[in-house]
Nanobody, 121 residues
Framework: QVHLVESGGGLVQAGGSLSVACAAS????????VGWFRQAPGKEREFVAA????????DYAGSVKGRFTISRDNAKNTALLQMNSLKPEDTAVYYC??????????????WGQGTQVTVSS
């Protein structure tokens, strides 16, 4: 089993930056791809970004490409989502997920608890 613990959510002004992180309990973290998803009130869960097990391949939703950066440090069993130039429409609960296959539509077997990101106008 993989347990994911998120941190770093909070309130930020539009145009500002925020970083959210996942700490994972996996024995071999590099075996798992990591994805970030978000869900705003009244909306379905939305793909944000994904990174392959060794960190060599990345994918981003069009709405965040160029503003967000996903990364990982397998030696520390952590994954990071750096969010820049934040917009009010980025406001959502952000979830970290892990699975055995890389991709935005891949199966993610493990999920974090979610962390609230609020962007004020």
């Amino acid at each position: 089993q993989v347990h994911l613990v998120e941190s770093g959510g909070g309130l930020v002004q539009a145009g500002g930056s925020l970083s959210v992180a996942c700490a994972a309990s996996a024995r071999t973290f590099s075996h798992f791809a990591v994805g970030w998803f978000r869900q705003a009130p009244g909306k379905e869960r939305e793909f944000v970004a994904a990174i392959s097990g060794l960190g060599k391949i990345r994918d981003y939703a069009g709405s965040v490409k160029g503003r967000f950066t996903i990364s990982r440090d397998n030696a520390k069993n952590t994954a990071l989502l750096q969010m820049n130039s934040l917009k009010p429409e980025d406001t959502a609960v952000y979830y970290c997920a892990a699975g055995g296959t890389f991709g935005r539509t891949a199966r993610y077997d493990y999920w974090g608890q979610g962390t609230q990101v609020t962007v004020s106008s």
